[in-house]
């Protein structure tokens, strides 16, 4: 993915899931870490692509080590 960061709006086109969930997932303390510029949040792509390879798994009943 290279370097840089995504808006709220670009991550959620990337993983094709509404933006609400990335809000209700900050709110949560779940998903990938992100950072606050200003009132804009950003999302670091290192952090993403950790993120995306902690939450793979081989079957359903394998647990995902995702990051906290």
């Known amino acids: 993915m290279g370097t840089g960061h995504l808006s709220t709006a ?3 086109k990337h993983w094709d899931i509404p933006e609400k969930t990335l809000e209700r ?3 949560e303390g ?3 870490r992100y950072m606050k ?9 290192d ?3 950790q993120y995306e390879a902690a939450s793979l ?3 359903t ?3 995902a080590e995702v990051p906290a």
Not at 37 to 45: E, F
């Open 57 to 59: 798994r081989s079957s």
């Open 30 to 32: 779940i998903g990938p």
């Open 10 to 12: 670009e991550l959620s």
């Open 37 to 45: 510029v200003g009132q804009h949040v950003r999302y670091r792509r």
């Open 47 to 49: 952090d993403i692509e």
């Open 25 to 27: 997932w900050r709110c």
């Open 61 to 63: 009943v394998e647990r």
